[in-house]
């Protein structure tokens, strides 16, 4: 089996705890021929057979499933078969430039391909808007200040959560203590979050409950890989890894994780398999589909390579 890894250049990476490399490196040392693709070096054509530059890697990963070492070898020219896998490896954000490799990547099913995850499913669902059709968390999404007045005055809440509908890593994030703030005034931040976002944003109660942390669960093909619990620095709000939250492995409620199955169900009429959601106060906060990421991270702090546990139900 044949594994075509589509992903940002390596300088945008960081190499220790990404997971994109841990899965080529997992693939790799499990036999499996696997060609690494820069977005540079990607294209489409329908006129003959595709070749691309891709590259070859070693590395090692230590005991507590960190990458250690990451070395690009020397590059060929490869050219796809039908059969081959073709990992959409590219972060977010969701923007022009995303779409445009959505659209090329998913014309490559017409060659035969197999592409983790689908590009028509990535493309049909927000990641937020995924959760808040499930869950019981007051959202409101939209631009326009009239509904999201009536919709703050109607959840009757001191704060409030202000944030943009297709960033990722807690970017744009802002709380608000609407309690203290004349309306004006919150027309206007309101406002500015929309042109800054350039378009509809999320607003939703502050759920104090993430000083507690917030639940990372990783899933494949309907199976939980592992879940960890991400706590944020002492005074802070965003349970962010890489802005110093910490993290430890967590047993899901039975009821979250019947949720977390039924969302995968769904997910997985569109060629879905690879999701992690984030959970909030025992609610779906978000459901990742473009790049799922902190496998390093959760295989940790379960003490095994779930990288390897992908690899058994691809």
Known sequence: MRHFILLDPLEKLVLKKDSTILLALTLKQSGHDVFLLFEKDFYFRNDKEISYQVFDFDGKINESCYVDEFLINSSSQVELNSGDIFHFRL????????????????????????????????????????????????????????????????????????????????????????????????????????????????????IKDVEKGEIRALFFNGIELGSILKVPPEGEYLANIAQGAKFHAVELDEDIKENCIKMCDKLSKYSVPWVAFDILGGELSEVNITCPGLLVEVSNAHGRNLAQEILMNL
Not at 152 to 177: C, H, M, R, T, W
């Open 91 to 206: 972060d977010p954000p969701f923007d022009k430039r995303y779409l445009r490799y959505l659209w090329m990547v998913n014309s490559l099913k017409s060659k035969g391909i197999r592409i983790i995850n689908d590009p028509v499913g990535v493309c049909g669902f927000n990641e937020k808007m995924l959760a808040y059709e499930s869950a019981n968390i007051s959202s409101y999404v939209g631009q326009e200040f009239d509904s999201f007045y009536n919709f703050i005055q109607s959840i009757n809440v001191d704060q409030i959560i202000l944030k943009p509908l297709d960033l990722f890593q807690g970017i744009g994030v802002e709380k608000i203590k609407i309690n203290e703030i004349e309306q004006n005034d919150l027309k206007k931040i309101f406002e500015n979050k929309v042109k800054e976002s350039m378009g509809p944003v999320v607003a939703q109660p502050f």
